[in-house]
T-cell receptor, first 112, second 112 residues
Framework: GENVEQHPSTLSVQEGDSAVIKCTYSDSASNYFPWYKQELGKGPQLIIDIRSNVGEKKDQRIAVTLNKTAKHFSLHITETQPEDSAVYFC???????????FGKGTMLLVSP | DGGITQSPKYLFRKEGQNVTLSCEQNLNHDAMYWYRQDPGQGLRLIYYSQIVNDFQKGDIAEGYSVSREKKESFPLTVTSAQKNPTAFYLC???????????FGPGTRLTVT
């Protein structure tokens, strides 16, 4: 089955800096890659996703890039703000399967 | 106002008791999922259902049971056979299997 590795496990940045979280996946047949943000005590919220037919997608301060050859994808957050502090999860979906495989998460801390 | 509801938010039980966690959605989604979240473990899939009256085991189904009698509802029973039931439980749904899963607020279960 699919295996998703996520790095780093924790990331501390200063307000206004950029943050990058990286994930690698094992099966080249995976075709859907979402990112979730989870605030303390709440359920994860889908913030951006990308399908394998595109290499990059942006939504205001967040962007996701996909490198199918290297089997990795990344979340980029620019101009970070304290409210960006949360745990971020990446995931991958394998063609023909009905479920997502999640990474173990990255705790992002943005200091004022 | 569409969404996924989980109740209760906090649940306390004595060891040896079965307990049922509620999950309801009014998004008209076909697929529903149950995940377990432990610190540092990410999200692990317990059960999922793509259609009414049908469900499949996920990666950690032992000690759990589910039913899907209505499209809107997917309750999870944590049985006394689950050796370490204390965790944060998340329900999710999606219109199309695997893609764009939306999560509920979660139920924190504590068994003593």
């Amino acid at each position: 089955g699919e295996n998703v590795e996520q790095h780093p496990s924790t990331l501390s940045v200063q307000e206004g800096d950029s943050a990058v979280i990286k994930c690698t996946y094992s099966d080249s047949a995976s075709n859907y890659f979402p990112w979730y943000k989870q605030e303390l005590g709440k359920g994860p919220q889908l913030i951006i996703d990308i399908r394998s037919n595109v290499g990059e997608k942006k939504d205001q301060r967040i962007a996701v890039t996909l490198n199918k050859t290297a089997k990795h994808f990344s979340l980029h957050i620019t101009e970070t703000q304290p409210e960006d502090s949360a745990v971020y999860f990446c995931a991958a979906s394998l063609v023909g399967y009905s479920t997502l495989t999640f990474g173990k998460g990255t705790m992002l801390l943005v200091s004022p | 106002d569409g969404g996924i509801t989980q109740s209760p938010k906090y649940l306390f039980r004595k060891e040896g008791q079965n307990v049922t966690l509620s999950c309801e959605q009014n998004l008209n989604h076909d697929a529903m999922y149950w995940y377990r979240q432990d610190p540092g473990q990410g999200l692990r899939l317990i059960y999922y259902s793509q259609i009414v009256n049908d469900f499949q085991k996920g990666d950690i189904a032992e000690g759990y049971s589910v039913s899907r009698e209505k499209k809107e509802s997917f309750p999870l029973t944590v049985t006394s056979a689950q050796k370490n039931p204390t965790a944060f439980y998340l329900c999710a749904s999606s219109k199309e299997a695997a893609y764009e899963q939306y999560f509920g607020p979660g139920t924190r279960l504590t068994v003593t």
